[in-house]
């Protein structure tokens, strides 16, 4: 069995007691809060990939 592993980030912003969370809008879970993140291309670091989605 082939797997394909690609690299993707969840992340969470946290300020004291208060995390920010978004409303998943499409696919599986649909309508529920869910922290930020999506897919790392292959020309960028985890760090700048998850500074694109909070921004």
């Keep these: 069995m082939d797997f ?3 690299n993707c980030t969840l ?3 946290i300020k004291g ?6 409303i998943k ?3 599986f879970g649909k309508g529920n ?3 930020f ?6 020309n ?3 760090k700048n990939s ?3 989605v909070i921004m």
């Design 4 to 6: 394909n592993i690609k």
């Design 11 to 13: 992340c969470y912003s």
């Design 17 to 22: 007691e208060q995390i920010l969370l978004g």
């Design 25 to 27: 809008k499409k696919g």
């Design 33 to 35: 809060l869910n922290g």
């Design 37 to 42: 993140g999506g897919h790392v291309e292959d």
């Design 44 to 46: 960028e670091t985890i």
């Design 50 to 52: 998850n500074i694109q």
